[in-house]
């Protein structure tokens, strides 16, 4: 059963960038999606790329900071965030999409155990 990895997350001051990384554990080119949960709240959406690239779609939140990217050659899905912001701190998790809304986690599966993005002000 496919499995998905991220990597990427740190620490990072305010207004600085970092780049997330989806990789899954077989090679197979799907819609993936990018959710966050902070501390004591709900899984929330961030992005999600077609399986061709096109379209993405961005909670409202992050709209013009992040920017979700695949590479089939790397078999990965990239989510670079620049102008970080404290409340972007969060677990990032990717998942493949199944169907239904993009904007729903239960709309995807396979999802990795999440990298730590902390955001420091």
């Known amino acids: 059963q496919v499995q998905l990895v991220e990597s990427g997350g740190g620490l990072v001051q305010a207004g600085g960038p970092l780049r997330l990384s989806c990789t899954p554990s077989?090679?197979?080119?799907?819609?993936v999606g990018w959710f966050r949960q902070a501390p004591g709240k709900e899984r929330e959406f961030v992005a999600h790329?077609?399986?061709?690239?096109?379209?993405?779609y961005y909670v409202n939140s992050v709209k013009g900071r992040v920017a979700i990217s695949r590479d089939n050659t790397e078999n990965s899905v990239s989510l670079q965030m620049n102008s970080l912001k404290p409340e972007d701190t969060a677990v990032y998790s990717c998942?493949?999409?199944?169907?239904?809304?993009?904007?729903?986690?239960?709309?995807?599966?396979?999802w990795g155990k999440g990298t730590l993005v902390t955001v420091s002000s």
């Open positions: 998942g493949i999409y199944s169907g239904g809304s993009v904007y729903g986690a239960i709309s995807y599966w396979a």
């Open positions: 077989e090679r197979a080119v799907r819609s």
């Open positions: 790329i077609h399986w061709s690239g096109s379209p993405a």
